[in-house]
């Protein structure tokens, strides 16, 4: 009922995000579904190993939902302080607004999970064509529980991630102090960078070494164990990197003798970098790596072999792209009252839209670099 209620008060941007979610978990379930659709009809003597891989196909997606509902759930107070007032006047502590965001997280997921399962219990019902009817697991009997635990985790990532992302203290409407911002401590400056120069170096030293050859999947081409271990740590240390260099692009707009678009673009950029530095990081590194693929499959004329490659990079994006406007609309929140300040002293409209254009603009020229970079990994990362 408590739900039902708050679900009564929903704006367009929480519909939105509701709604999203639950779209992302029903995509992260019908890839779970579809892993145990094909053990269902895989022939006896199949090895261990090919059902391992088909839930390691299913990680990236996870990983996704969780971050998504991490972000929602952390953007929820500074984008809708009047719930957590009214939570707080109605004595909700800090664990009972966690326990709150994180069900409805679940609800959310719970549906898409549901959704998908209908889906999946309809294919199977003589409707899956020939194409299909293998990864729906057409013919063969369903225990009625192994699709229920399945649809299981989608819910309980979602809403453990969204429960340990709240914050602790959260900001109530009359609330007028100035967020505190984040810095960039010097240990995750020196480890990003490290990160990426190793985990390259690795790609580059990986063909050369001793070990058999493996075959990368969605037809990407062969690769070593210390090639793939090289790359993911690489990709890591580039999002990681993200945030360095967009306070970097805006110390660099706030020198030689700014004016004040640049003055106040660059400082804006610094506040905000390491808010928004790892959503645009994996948004770069999402498209670099689709790119470099897309690449391979023309000049090799093979396609990724099936459609679940397409669909995972999908998902990926999309959670990417959603998790950047969560965090570009909590920034917009937290910059409201120094905002209100400048347009209280009289300064012009245009004068902050050539501010945000500016701030945009040196935000891509910064995140470039780290998509080519990941491409150019991927493309040596991965031979024909």
Do not use: K
Not at 13 to 21: A, E, M, S, V
Not at 245 to 252: D, E, P, Q, V
Not at 266 to 284: D, H, M, S, T
Request: overall charge positive.
């Amino acid at each position: 009922m408590f739900y039902l209620r708050l679900a009564q008060g929903y704006r367009v941007l929480d519909l939105g995000r509701w709604i999203l979610t639950a779209a992302a978990s029903a995509a992260a379930a019908a890839m779970l579904l579809r892993a145990l659709g094909r053990a269902l009809v895989d022939p006896p003597g199949t090895t261990v190993a090919v059902s391992e891989g088909r839930l390691l196909w299913c990680l990236p997606s996870l990983a996704a939902i969780c971050w998504l509902c991490a972000c929602c759930a952390r953007a929820l107070p500074s984008l809708r302080p009047d719930r957590v007032a009214g939570l707080t006047a109605a004595g909700a502590g800090p664990a009972r607004r966690r326990l709150l965001i994180a069900g409805e997280t679940a609800i959310a997921c719970v549906a898409g999970s549901l959704l998908a399962l209908l889906g999946f219990l309809v294919l199977r019902n003589n409707i899956a064509g020939t194409t299909l009817a293998p990864e729906v697991g057409m013919g063969a009997r369903l225990p009625a529980a192994a699709p229920l635990t399945l649809l299981l985790v989608v819910p309980l990532l979602g809403a453990l991630a969204a429960a340990g992302a709240v914050p602790g203290r959260e900001r109530l409407p009359e609330d007028t102090a100035e967020p505190d911002l984040t810095r960039l401590g010097p240990l995750r400056t020196v480890a990003a960078p490290a990160a990426a120069l190793i985990g390259a170096a690795l790609v580059v030293y990986g063909p050369h070494a001793p070990g058999r050859h493996l075959h990368a999947p969605a037809r990407l081409g062969t690769t070593t164990a210390i090639t793939s271990a090289g790359w993911a740590v690489a990709v890591l240390g580039l999002v990681l990197t993200v945030p360095l260099l967009l306070s970097w692009a805006g110390l660099l707009l706030g020198t030689w003798e700014p004016t004040a678009t640049r003055l106040l673009a660059g400082r804006g950029l610094q506040a905000e970098a390491v808010r928004l530095g790892a959503p645009l990081g994996v948004l770069a590194v999402t498209a670099a790596v689709v790119a470099a693929a897309a690449e391979r499959w023309t000049s090799t004329g093979h396609g990724p072999g099936g459609p679940l490659p397409a669909v995972e990079a999908a998902l990926l994006g999309a959670c990417a792209l959603a998790t950047v406007g969560v965090r570009v609309a909590e920034s917009r929140a937290a910059r409201g009252p120094s905002l209100a300040l400048v347009r209280r002293l009289g300064t012009p409209a245009s004068v902050l839209r050539t501010t945000a254009l500016t701030r945009v603009g040196a935000a891509a020229a910064a995140v470039l670099p780290v998509g080519v970079a990941a491409a150019g990994l991927t493309l040596l990362a991965f031979h024909r």
